[in-house]
């Protein structure tokens, strides 16, 4: 059974930073692209980052772009958001996503979904 699942979410004041993982299970993503997806309440969901098997490359929406680095460790089977500078929008539940494509932002692109983690941002 493919299994990812994230953590590392929680509350954290603006301006402050949070580290979100996601553990892979139940085969290897090493060759797919992983993404981190938002949704916030009421809203739907969006794209936030996504790279490339080899980490080489990333992708990242305009509102996180020179606060938020994604990375992965291929031998861990993880994928890590770090979260700086965060603000008040940020808050939303992160989904950690594996697509065998490169360069999609739309979550139907997206094969394999976490459950989620709750980031809260306070003000």
């Known amino acids: 059974q493919v299994q990812l699942v994230e953590s590392g979410g929680g509350l954290v004041q603006a301006g402050g930073s949070l580290r979100l993982s996601c553990t892979a299970s139940?085969?290897?993503?090493?060759?797919?692209?992983m993404g981190w997806f938002r949704q916030a309440s009421g809203k739907e969901r969006e794209f936030v980052a996504a790279i490339i098997w080899s980490g080489r490359n990333t992708l990242y929406t305009d509102s996180v772009k020179g606060r938020f680095t994604i990375s992965r460790d291929r031998a861990k089977n993880t994928v890590y958001l770090q979260m700086n500078s965060v603000k008040p929008e940020d808050t939303a539940v992160y989904y950690c996503?594996?697509?065998?494509?490169?360069?999609?932002?739309?979550?139907?692109?997206?094969?394999?979904w976490g459950q989620g983690t709750q980031v809260t941002v306070s003000s």
């Open positions: 996503a594996a697509s065998s494509r490169w360069g999609a932002t739309a979550g139907r692109s997206y094969d394999y």
């Open positions: 139940g085969r290897t993503f090493s060759s797919y692209a």
